[in-house]
Nanobody, 121 residues
Framework: QVQLVEFGGGSVQPGESLNLSCEVF????????MGWYRQPPGKEREWVAT???????SYTDTVKGRFTISRDNAKNTVYLLMNSLKPEDTAVYYC???????????????WGQGTQVTVSS
């Protein structure tokens, strides 16, 4: 059974940091592209970051320079380090896995259950 389990969400003040993790079970993690998406309250789900099988990374413009995606294949885990958090980063964050190159959410095969991140003073 495939499972993606996210950890690390919470409530923080603007400027603070959080480190999300997503542990993957039931698939060959090292052969999957991993992505982070988020859904702000009342809005559509949006792409945040991607890390390929080879370790190449990409980010949406609003998080560049503040967020870092990384992966540890030995631990079957992908991370999202979020620094300098802003109120507009408030959302439910989801990790996703794809066995092929994925450029849109619909191309991802598996999703986690989501973890809430709230940034508020």
């Amino acid at each position: 059974q495939v499972q993606l389990v996210e950890f690390g969400g919470g409530s923080v003040q603007p400027g603070e940091s959080l480190n999300l993790s997503c542990e993957v079970f039931g698939i060959l993690f090292s052969m999957n592209q991993m992505g982070w998406y988020r859904q702000p309250p009342g809005k559509e789900r949006e792409w945040v970051a991607t890390i390929t099988i080879g370790g190449s990374t990409s980010y949406t413009d609003t998080v560049k320079g503040r967020f870092t995606i990384s992966r540890d294949n030995a631990k079957n885990t992908v991370y999202l380090l979020m620094n300098s958090l802003k109120p507009e980063d408030t959302a439910v964050y989801y990790c996703a896995a794809s066995a092929v190159f994925a450029s849109v959410a619909a191309q991802y095969d598996y999703w986690g259950q989501g973890t809430q991140v709230t940034v508020s003073s």
